[in-house]
């Protein structure tokens, strides 16, 4: 999905003027550009490392001029902050980044930042402050609340406009879903986190939802009541949510690559310690982690996710 030109996008509505909204493919985020009263803008988000240039290129034009003072990650994702190298080389700007995770941004600590274990790539980028829970972050007249939003990921926040009722939130809520729980892949419960968030969701004033993946939208509790569907049903089979899981980690590493040889993929397959773990956590299924790693592959290209051509795997 490429982002669309600001002269074909649809009309924004007035609780969301002053935002620009890059709507990005699944490979990265989208980006929240929160235009600025004269003291500069601030972007939410960068994207995945792989889309930096033209991040930066899209970021340009929606700034017209206007100076580019920081940037907020939500979270610390490969496709949530894959760009901040980038966009602070080009702008000069400050990083704000959630709570937790500081120290390991700091020291480079790919490990604690999920990027070894997930097999995910992210360009070494440093953070200036943190943006806290309960802290709220000015720009463009506004002021948005950061609030905790655990479950996907344990360190993220949302951000709320209690006066317009603007929500941007990450992957704590899509118009269809959430992001996958990446605790739960490791074998750390966070279904009842993720059920949480969605609560606090609903006791607030939302109007509108800007998603970390997905174009905005207004329908709250439609998406809500789709995201408890869909956290019921993976509470009630656990390892429904490890199989899509495992899917989603090699759907978003053939994203990044595009095609690779088969030998290649089960190289990468077999070396990453968040697919042994739900391999693991899964009862060892096929016997051989080559053997589940084919049965993914094979199940991704039914559903036209991945194609296959002899040798080679290619994302569709």
């Known amino acids: 999905m490429q982002p669309l030109p600001f002269d074909t996008a649809p009309p924004m509505p007035p609780a969301l003027h002053g935002l620009t909204i890059l709507e990005r493919g699944w490979l990265s985020s989208n980006n929240v550009l929160l235009h600025g009263d004269g003291s500069g803008a601030r972007l939410v988000d960068t994207s995945h490392v792989l889309h930096g240039a033209q991040t930066v290129a899209l970021l340009r034009r929606a700034l017209r001029g206007e100076p580019l003072v920081g940037i907020v990650n939500t979270h610390l994702h490969s496709d949530h902050c894959g760009g901040n190298a980038a966009v602070q ?108 968030v969605l609560d606090l969701i609903d006791r607030l004033d939302v109007r509108w939802v800007v998603p970390g993946h997905g174009a905005p939208f207004d329908d709250i509790a439609g998406a809500l009541r789709r995201a408890r569907r869909r956290l019921d049903r993976f509470r009630a089979d656990p390892t429904r949510h490890l199989w899509h899981g495992a899917k989603v980690l090699v759907k978003y590493h053939l994203l990044e690559e595009q095609q690779q040889s088969w030998s290649a993929f089960l190289d990468w397959f077999s070396a990453v310690e968040l697919c042994r773990s739900i391999w693991h956590g899964l009862g060892r299924p096929e016997g051989t982690m080559s053997a589940f790693g084919e049965r993914l592959i094979d199940e991704l290209v039914a559903t036209g996710a991945l194609a296959r051509r002899d040798d080679l795997l290619l994302n569709a």
């Open 89 to 196: 080389r080009a702008f000069g700007c400050s990083i704000t980044i959630p709570p937790g995770l500081h120290a390991a941004v700091q020291d480079w600590d790919e490990q604690a930042l999920s990027y070894r274990p997930s097999g995910q790539s992210c360009e070494r980028f440093a953070a200036e402050a943190c943006l806290r829970p309960g802290q709220t972050l000015e720009a463009g007249g506004r002021r948005w609340q950061a609030l905790a939003a655990p479950g996907h990921d344990p360190h993220s926040i949302v951000l709320f406009d209690d006066r317009e009722g603007v929500l941007i939130s990450a992957d704590a809520l899509w118009e269809n879903g959430f992001g996958v729980v990446f605790p739960e892949l490791e074998g750390e419960a966070a279904f009842d986190e993720v059920a949480q």
